[in-house]
């Protein structure tokens, strides 16, 4: 059983920057394709990112190319999402996932965290 847990959430002024962070248990995590969804009050859960297991390709839901960085460290058990020029829609409640394979579906999912919130208001 892997366990998923993120932290590095908060409330951010627009245009500012946060980096969450991601630690799984277990000692197959370089086994599994990562990512993060986020999912907003209201709406369904939705794709964000994802990193292939060695780190080599990663994968961006067009709202969030080019401002968020998704990366790994197989040798600490973590994976980051490093999020620039925030916009107060990008506020959510951000998950943490682990699966087979590259899937924007949530379906795709075989692991997912607990979450955590962030918000982007002045």
């Known amino acids: 059983q892997t366990q998923l847990v993120e932290s590095g959430g908060g409330l951010v002024q627009p245009g500012g920057s946060l980096r969450l962070s991601c630690t799984a248990s277990?000692?197959?995590?370089?086994?599994?394709?990562m990512g993060w969804f986020r999912q907003a009050p209201g709406k369904e859960r939705e794709f964000v990112a994802a990193?292939?297991?060695?780190?080599?390709?990663?994968y961006y839901a067009d709202s969030v190319k080019g401002r968020f960085t998704i990366s790994r460290d197989n040798a600490k058990n973590k994976v980051y999402l490093q999020m620039n020029s925030l916009k107060p829609e990008d506020t959510a409640a951000y998950y943490c996932?682990?699966?087979?394979?590259?899937?924007?579906?949530?379906?795709?999912?075989?692991?997912w965290g607990q979450g955590t919130q962030v918000t982007v208001s002045s």
């Open positions: 996932s682990a699966g087979g394979r590259i899937d924007t579906r949530t379906s795709g999912v075989n692991y």
């Open positions: 277990g000692r197959t995590f370089s086994a599994y394709v």
């Open positions: 990193i292939n297991r060695s780190g080599s390709t990663t």
